[in-house]
């Protein structure tokens, strides 16, 4: 008898999983917020933009004596004027660029300690 009650407690709660209410979301389910990034893509190429920023006012001043120790420290170092410019030209080449390309960068200050 008992072997009997489970398989007919199985067997209703399987035709129950299978109703089309049985996944539909709560209706008291409350309102998730957007994922999205609503990120806007410039008019403005990549290559054009980091040019633009590397000659702005606020951008950070270059030190010529620390540059001068890391490159004679670590021969052939760019600066990041170098670095960023470069960077950009050659994902520009392979295809990347605003429209497409979302970049993350981790700042580590423990190796070479450049303003960034």
């Known amino acids: 008898m008992l072997f009997r009650n489970s398989v007919l407690l199985l067997c209703a709660s399987s035709a129950i999983a299978f109703q089309p209410m049985a996944f539909a979301p ?19 190429g990549v290559l054009e933009k980091i040019k633009q920023i590397i000659v702005a006012e ?43 390309t979302l970049l993350a960068t981790s700042l580590c200050f423990d190796e070479l300690a450049r303003r960034l």
């Open 26 to 44: 709560s209706r008291n389910a409350v309102a998730r917020p957007s994922t999205s990034l609503n990120i806007v893509v410039d008019k403005t």
């Open 58 to 100: 606020d951008y950070p001043a270059e030190n010529a004596k620390f540059d001068a120790l890391v490159k004679s420290t670590f021969p052939g170092a760019m600066s990041n004027k170098d670095l960023e410019t470069k960077v950009v030209e050659i994902l520009a080449k392979k295809g990347f660029e605003g429209e497409n």
